[in-house]
């Protein structure tokens, strides 16, 4: 099994700035992709930024700009530098990963979510 662990989130006014980390441990083999995902009650989830293990990135429209995804590879760690936060920002974020396990199990896991909240 993978475990994600988040940290980081909070409340912050509009403007300001947080960094949420994402640790995965457990039986891992290869990790794949990392990514953040949010999602606002009512809503689907949504993809904020991914991180393949070769260092390309992706961003949501929305936060380009704004928000930079990086990992550290040897910690299995994902981080996410957001920026310039917005009331609109607010949301629980999700690390998500797509690893292979050391049984050889591919798959995607998620990470149990931190509340950001963009207030003032």
């Known amino acids: 099994q993978v475990q994600l662990v988040e940290s980081g989130g909070g409340m912050v006014q509009p403007g300001g700035s947080l960094r949420l980390s994402c640790a995965a441990s457990?039986?891992?083999?290869?990790?794949?992709?990392m990514a953040w995902y949010r999602q606002v009650p009512g809503n689907q989830r949504e993809l904020v930024a991914t991180a393949t293990s070769g260092g390309s990135t992706t961003y949501a429209d929305s936060v380009k700009g704004r928000f930079t995804i990086s990992r550290d590879n040897a910690k299995n760690t994902v981080y996410l530098q957001m920026n310039s936060l917005k009331p609109e920002d607010t949301a629980v974020y999700y690390c998500n990963t797509y690893a292979l396990t050391n049984w050889g199990r591919r798959g995607e896991y998620w990470g149990q979510g931190t509340q950001v909240t963009v207030s003032s």
């Open positions: 457990g039986s891992i083999s290869v990790i794949y992709t």
